[in-house]
T-cell receptor
Framework: EAQVTQNPRYLITVTGKKLTVTCSQN?????MSWYRQDPGLGLRQIYY???????DKGDVPEGYKVSRKEKRNFPLILESPSPNQTSLYFC??????????????FGPGTRLTVL | KQEVTQIPAALSVPEGENLVLNCSFT??????LQWFRQDPGKGLTSLLL?????REQTSGRLNASLDKSSGRSTLYIAASQPGDSATYLC?????????FGKGTMLLVSP
C-alpha cells in the first residue's frame, strides 16, 4: 500500500531535549516536505526536499533541521525544542515539487507537546 | 507571496443540502489547485486536483471548478451527508510548494 508513515504519532517532551520525528514514504517520490498545523494559522511549510541531499527552507524553518540522505526518508529534527513548537506536524511526499502534476500524499501526523 | 483564503470559515447545514465552499488565491501563476479533506486530528486526504489548464474536476458528489484568471475555485458538494462533516482545505501549487488556506469546517447534521 502506498503510504507516508510518521513516528512517533504522539510525543510529549520537555524544553531543550533533542528529538527526531521520522518520515518515510514507499512511493519512490522525489519531493518530500514537512508542515506544521496550528489553530488559526493553518498549515505552514517548515522545510522541503527536491531530492536526495537537496533541502530548502519553507515559511517557518526556525528551530528545525532536516536531512535527506536517502530518497524514502526525511526526518525532522528539533535540536532544542521550545513550547512554541507544540503543534501537529505532517510529512508529505509527491512525484514533483509542491505537487505540480500530482497530489501530495500526507502522513497521519505527529502531535508534539513541549512542556 | 501567495495567499489563499477560504470562505466561509465554518458552515453548518442539514443533511441533503447542496453546498458550495469557496477558495481564492492572490497569484494566478499556479500549477494546480487541490482540495483536501481533514477529519479532526487526522491527516489530509486528497479529494480533487485541477490542473491549471483545466476548468473543473468531478468525483462522485464532489465538483471543483477553477478560474485561474480571477484567482478563484469552488468546491460543490451535492446531497450532503453527515459523513461529509470535516474540514476542507484548498491548496495551490507553486514552483516548489503547496500553499494552503485555513480551511472551511463543515458540519452536516442528520
Amino acid at each position: 500500500e502506498a503510504q507516508v508513515t510518521q513516528n512517533p504519532r504522539y510525543l510529549i517532551t520537555v524544553t531543550g531535549k533533542k528529538l527526531t520525528v521520522t518520515c518515510s514514504q514507499n512511493m519512490n517520490h522525489e519531493y518530500m516536505s514537512w508542515y506544521r498545523q496550528d489553530p488559526g494559522l493553518g498549515l505552514r511549510q517548515i522545510y522541503y526536499s527536491m531530492n536526495v541531499e537537496v533541502t530548502d527552507k519553507g515559511d517557518v524553518p526556525e528551530g528545525y533541521k532536516v536531512s535527506r540522505k536517502e530518497k524514502r526518508n526525511f526526518p525532522l529534527i528539533l535540536e532544542s525544542p521550545s513550547p512554541n513548537q507544540t503543534s501537529l506536524y505532517f510529512c508529505a511526499s509527491s512525484i514533483n515539487p509542491g505537487g505540480r502534476t500530482d497530489t501530495q500524499y500526507f502522513g497521519p501526523g505527529t502531535r508534539l507537546t513541549v512542556l | 507571496k501567495q495567499e489563499v483564503t477560504q470562505i466561509p470559515a465554518a458552515l453548518s447545514v442539514p443533511e441533503g443540502e447542496n453546498l458550495v465552499l469557496n477558495c481564492s488565491f492572490t497569484d494566478s501563476a499556479i500549477y494546480n489547485l487541490q482540495w483536501f479533506r481533514q477529519d479532526p486530528g487526522k491527516g489530509l486526504t486528497s479529494l480533487l486536483l485541477i490542473q491549471s489548464s483545466q476548468r473543473e474536476q468531478t468525483s462522485g458528489r464532489l465538483n471543483a471548478s477553477l478560474d485561474k484568471s480571477s484567482g478563484r475555485s469552488t468546491l460543490y458538494i451535492a446531497a450532503s451527508q453527515p459523513g461529509d462533516s470535516a474540514t476542507y482545505l484548498c491548496a495551490v501549487s507553486g514552483y516548489s510548494t503547496l500553499t494552503f488556506g485555513k480551511g472551511t469546517m463543515l458540519l452536516v447534521s442528520p
